[in-house]
C-alpha cells in the first residue's frame, strides 16, 4: 500500500498535498504505467485521511491525465510519453489540463464564505468621496502629478500621516521621518538593507509567514520567537542573540495577544542592553481596537530611539491601495538619507495626494468610525449567532475585542489540517492557528525555574505553556463577511463539526 506523509505541509490543502506526492511518483517512475493504485477508500484508511482527500486528489491527476479510470475496477497510471513536456510545477501542457486544474484551484479560492482574506466588501469602501477626490487632484494639481517624487514621498502625505498619528496615537512624529512606500513588504526590504544583512531577524511564532520570508528571501538570518499570553518571550530573544525583534504588540496576528504595557518596557530595556538592537513595530489592524482605550505604542514611549514604526492603509481602507508607511528614528533617518535616498517613491503622486487630502479633510477620521461601527456590529451578531447554535457546546470564544478577528476553539478530535478542509468542502474558507507555526510540531522548553508567583520566571513559563496549547483553534477574520451571511456563517461551521446546527 502506498503511505505518504502529511506533516510539515503547512497550509497546504490535504488533497494536493497527496496529489503531488503521487503524481511525482509517476514521474520518476516509482508508479509506471499500467500500475493500479489502491482504492479510494483502503487508501484514505491507511493514510488516515478522509475519502473525500484521496476523491479530489484523484479527480486532479485524472483531469491532469496521470490516471485513467476502468469502471468497476479502479485507476490506473497512464502511459506518458518519453519528454512529454510539463509546466514549471510538474503539470502535462495540455488544454484540457489546464483548464480542469484552474476550474478546481478557482473553485477552491471562491468559496462562498471566506475567514481567511482580508477583502474589503465593497459597499464599505467610501468610492463617492475617494472619485471626487481624485478630480480635484487632477484638476488642481496636474503640475505636481507629472513632477518626480522625493524619496520619503510627497511632504503633504507625509504631514497628513503625522497629525493623523498624533490625533489616533498619540506620537509625536516629524513628517521627515515617515518614509512612504507601496506596501509593508518593500518597506521591510528597505529596512533591512538600512541596518544590514549581518544581524538576526527575530520574528513571532505563530505569525504572519510572509514576514520571514521576506527575511529568507533576503539571505537574512531569521529566528522564529514563540508569543505567550503577554507577547513575544523575551528569554528566548535573548538565547537566540537576536539583533531585531520584529512584533506586533498593539494587536498580534493570528492570536489576537495585545502586549501589555508591562511586556512593551521589557523589549524596550532588552533593545537597549546591546548597540545595534533595533524593533520593528508592526501596528498591525490598532484603527479597529473594538473595546478599551488604545495601549501606547512602542515607539511612543521609546526614548533610545530604538523602534521603527510601520504600518499600512490597506487594512483601514482596502487591500488595492498599497500605500504603507515607517517612522525611522532620526538617527536611522540620516544613515537611510546617505545610505538609500536614490531610491524612488513607489507610490504614485496621484494616489499620495488623493490619500492625503482624504486624511486632511476629516474622511478618514469619519470612514474609521464608521468602520468600526460596522466590524463591531458583524461581530456581535456572529458571536451571537454562535452561542445560539449547537456549536456553543463545543465552542470557547477568545479575543474578541482587541481587531477584526476573535479566536474559536473547538473541542474536537478532528487534526486541524483535515478540519479546514472539511469546511472547504462545505464552501467556507476558513484557517487554524496552528497553521501560523513557522514549524511544525513546536514544544518550547521552559528556562531557568520559577522564582515565586508572580516573578518574570514564573510569568515566562506560563507563556510558554500557552505556546505549547494552541490545537483546534479557528481564527474567525469577519472583515470580509456581509451582515447577511452571518447566520450561513455559522451554519455551516455547525455542518463542517458534525453538528446540525
Not at 15 to 42: A, E, M
Not at 248 to 260: F, K, L, M, R, V
Request: proline share 4%; hydrophobic share 35%.
Amino acid at each position: 500500500m502506498l503511505t505518504y506523509s502529511f506533516e510539515n505541509i503547512g497550509p497546504e490543502p490535504l488533497y494536493l498535498h497527496l496529489y503531488k506526492c503521487i503524481k511525482n511518483d509517476i514521474l520518476d517512475g516509482v508508479l509506471p504505467s499500467g500500475t493500479k493504485l489502491p482504492s479510494k477508500r483502503s487508501f484514505a484508511k491507511n493514510l488516515g485521511i478522509s475519502n473525500i482527500t484521496v476523491e479530489n486528489a484523484y479527480a486532479q491527476l485524472q483531469a491532469e491525465g496521470f490516471i485513467y479510470s476502468i469502471p468497476k475496477k479502479g485507476f490506473y497510471v497512464t502511459e506518458l510519453p518519453e519528454n512529454m513536456p510539463l509546466t514549471s510545477d510538474g503539470h502535462i501542457t495540455s488544454e484540457a489540463g489546464r483548464i480542469a486544474a484552474g476550474s478546481i484551484m478557482e473553485e477552491e479560492a471562491q468559496c462562498k464564505i471566506d475567514l481567511v482574506s482580508n477583502m474589503t466588501p465593497p459597499a464599505n469602501f467610501p468610492f463617492s468621496i475617494w472619485a471626487k477626490l481624485m478630480r480635484e487632484i487632477i484638476s488642481e494639481k496636474s503640475g505636481e502629478l507629472m513632477k518626480k517624487s522625493p524619496w520619503g514621498g510627497i511632504m503633504e502625505l507625509r504631514s497628513a500621516i503625522s497629525l493623523h498619528l498624533k490625533q489616533f496615537r498619540n506620537m509625536d512624529v516629524a513628517p521627515e521621518q515617515i518614509i512612504t512606500g507601496a506596501g509593508t513588504e518593500y518597506l521591510y526590504t528597505l529596512i533591512i538593507q538600512l541596518l544590514g544583512y549581518n544581524k538576526v531577524y527575530a520574528v513571532e511564532n505563530p505569525g504572519y509567514k510572509k514576514v520571514a520570508q521576506i527575511y529568507k528571501s533576503n539571505n537574512v538570518t531569521c529566528e522564529y520567537i514563540p508569543v505567550g499570553s503577554s507577547g513575544i518571550v523575551i528569554e528566548e530573544l535573548e538565547k537566540r542573540n537576536a539583533d531585531v525583534a520584529h512584533i506586533s504588540p498593539s494587536h498580534h496576528y493570528p492570536t489576537g495577544i495585545i502586549t501589555p504595557v508591562s511586556r512593551r518596557y521589557e523589549i524596550l530595556a532588552w533593545a537597549s542592553r546591546k548597540k545595534g538592537r533595533y524593533i520593528i513595530e508592526d501596528d498591525y489592524d490598532s484603527e479597529f481596537r473594538l473595546e478599551g482605550k488604545p495601549v501606547p505604542t512602542l515607539q511612543g514611549i521609546d526614548i533610545m530611539e530604538s523602534v521603527i514604526y510601520i504600518n499600512t492603509f490597506t487594512k483601514s481602507l482596502a487591500p488595492t491601495i498599497r500605500i504603507s508607511y515607517m517612522v525611522l528614528p532620526w538617527k536611522l533617518l540620516k544613515i537611510f538619507y546617505n545610505k538609500l535616498s536614490f531610491y524612488s517613491c513607489t507610490v504614485s503622486n496621484f494616489e499620495q495626494y488623493t490619500l492625503a487630502r482624504f486624511i486632511n479633510n476629516g474622511y478618514f477620521e469619519k470612514h474609521i468610525n464608521r468602520m468600526r461601527n460596522y466590524y463591531r456590529n458583524v461581530r456581535d451578531r456572529l458571536m451571537d449567532e454562535i452561542k445560539k447554535s449547537r456549536l456553543s457546546d463545543i465552542c470557547e470564544i477568545s479575543e474578541e475585542g482587541s481587531g477584526l478577528h476573535f479566536l474559536l476553539k473547538i473541542h474536537t478530535e478532528i487534526p486541524d489540517s483535515e478540519y479546514v478542509e472539511i469546511c472547504r468542502q462545505n464552501n467556507i474558507n476558513v484557517s487554524c492557528l496552528s497553521q501560523y507555526y513557522m514549524e511544525d510540531n513546536v514544544n518550547y522548553k521552559v528556562y531557568g525555574e520559577a522564582k515565586g508567583k508572580g516573578s518574570i520566571q514564573q510569568k515566562q513559563a506560563e507563556d510558554i505553556k500557552e505556546c505549547n496549547n494552541r490545537q483546534h483553534i479557528i481564527i474567525m477574520n469577519y472583515s470580509g463577511i456581509r451582515m447577511e451571511d452571518v447566520k450561513e456563517t455559522v451554519s455551516l461551521l455547525c455542518k463542517s463539526s458534525g453538528l446540525a446546527g
